[in-house]
């Protein structure tokens, strides 16, 4: 019977916050607002991330995760003050091709890949395109990248070696220049040199590739990395290695291996520190578990932000309620209603306000997931703890901001109560 009384309270509750919020339409909308701008970046922001990192993780996974680069210097979110002093990896020498001639012919190496990017004009009978970004690749490429070529074909270790004059153009590119026609066997112009298309690259839609430029929606084509360096004037003396261990479950062994020889051919002393970095894609995780997390934490704060106008609304709105209703709780009070009853009445109201404002953010959350998700690369979606923070923060801040006017009609006395006018 107890829980009878609760339920018929609460549901009297509800029935009053909607006749407040219809009677003060400016207060309640200012509320609701606030709650709902909330809930909103937490749900938006949640859903967005939870979308980067799967991606994210997607594209690790295609790399394969005992993959691991070997560059001129670390990656973090850390930035320097720009002097040598306190950024010495800023003196380190680049990692070139004799690096990795000698590490591809390690045992613990399945394959290691050369690449240096740059730009360049493609031109295709009257169709000119003056920006177009280009990689130069060792012919084991696909092994460390996890898209695909189709129509076509990979250059083979032939043809790189010879710098043949053969080019491989993303779909994006593809349907730029030859649109609905096949390219393969076409010739196009490369920086003025004449390049056979011989197959399409498919890229696979990660955020990681996307977020450097290697997605599928940018126009890119792939060379042989001799080919670059002959006919493209590419130098091939800054360059990154992608290294692929023949065993994946003795990633370390590989990379002391690689260690060890990096070191020798510089001729590095024991006592010295690398001038090189090896980084792993637990480190490429790590960063991006880093760099997130900060800016879901700014995140938070507007969130916070938001929840304390919403919150400032619910005492302003409660307080004016409470005083309007004074003589009504000392009827109901003289009627044999309990301080617990009236307590828990207005604080039902207040959370009722604040979860309209929270559906209303929540709807307009999971809609920005949509429109990232179709939009773009990133396969956003709320996740269910986004959900439950969002309506927990703000069925929370419902319950303290109208504690106070709710402890005060709970508190008054009933003959004063009925004498109020």
């Known amino acids: 019977m107890r829980l009878w009384s609760r339920i018929l309270t609460s549901i009297e509750g509800v029935g009053i916050a909607l006749d407040a919020i219809r009677s003060n339409k400016v207060r309640a909308a200012l509320t609701i607002m606030g709650v709902a701008v909330g809930v909103f970046v937490v749900v938006g922001m949640g859903a967005a991330i939870h979308g980067i990192s799967a991606s994210f993780e997607s594209d690790v996974n295609e790399m394969g995760a005992s993959t691991f680069m070997v560059r001129r210097r670390g990656i973090g979110i850390n930035s320097c ?228 106008v919403g919150g400032v609304g619910v005492v302003a709105i409660m307080m004016i309620s409470v005083t309007e209703r004074t003589r009504e709780i000392g009827v109901r009070k003289a009627l044999g209603a309990t301080r617990a009853t009236i307590l828990w009445q207005f604080l039902v109201e207040a959370a009722t306000l604040t979860s309209i404002g929270a559906a209303v953010g929540l709807a307009l959350g999971t809609l920005l997931a949509m429109l990232i998700r179709s939009a773009t690369p990133i396969p956003a979606s709320v996740p269910a703890s986004a959900v439950i923070a969002a309506l927990g923060a703000a069925a929370l801040t419902g319950i303290l901001f109208g504690m106070a006017p709710a402890a005060r009609a709970a508190n008054l006395d009933p003959v004063e109560a009925l004498r109020h006018e």
């Open 81 to 308: 003050d720009g002097s040598d002093d306190t950024c010495a990896d800023r003196r380190n020498p680049p990692v070139t091709l004799a690096d990795w001639r000698v590490i591809k012919e390690l045992p613990s190496v399945q394959a290691a890949v050369p690449m240096f990017f740059g730009g360049m004009s493609v031109k295709y009978h009257d169709r000119n395109l003056s920006s177009v970004n280009y990689e130069a690749y060792g012919h084991q490429w696909l092994e460390t990248d996890g898209g695909d070529i189709l129509p076509g074909r990979n250059f083979t270790e032939q043809e790189n070696n010879a710098a043949a004059m053969v080019a491989i153009l993303n779909d994006t590119l593809a349907k730029q220049l030859f649109g609905q026609s096949d390219p393969i066997g076409k010739t196009v112009q490369l920086s003025d040199q004449s390049f056979q298309v011989i197959g399409v690259y498919q890229a696979t839609a990660g955020f990681l590739k996307t977020m450097d430029g290697r997605g599928p929606n940018r126009p890119k084509v792939i060379v042989p990395l001799e080919s670059a360096r002959r006919h493209l004037g590419a130098s091939g003396r800054w360059i990154m290695l992608t290294v692929k261990p023949r065993d994946p479950n003795n990633r370390a062994g590989a990379m002391d291996e690689v260690t060890a020889v990096m070191r020798a051919n510089r001729g590095l002393r024991p006592s010295q520190p690398n001038n090189f970095a090896l980084v792993g894609q637990d480190r490429l995780m790590e960063v991006f578990d880093q760099l997130f997390g900060a800016i879901f934490l700014v995140g938070l704060t507007l969130s916070a932000v938001g929840l304390l």
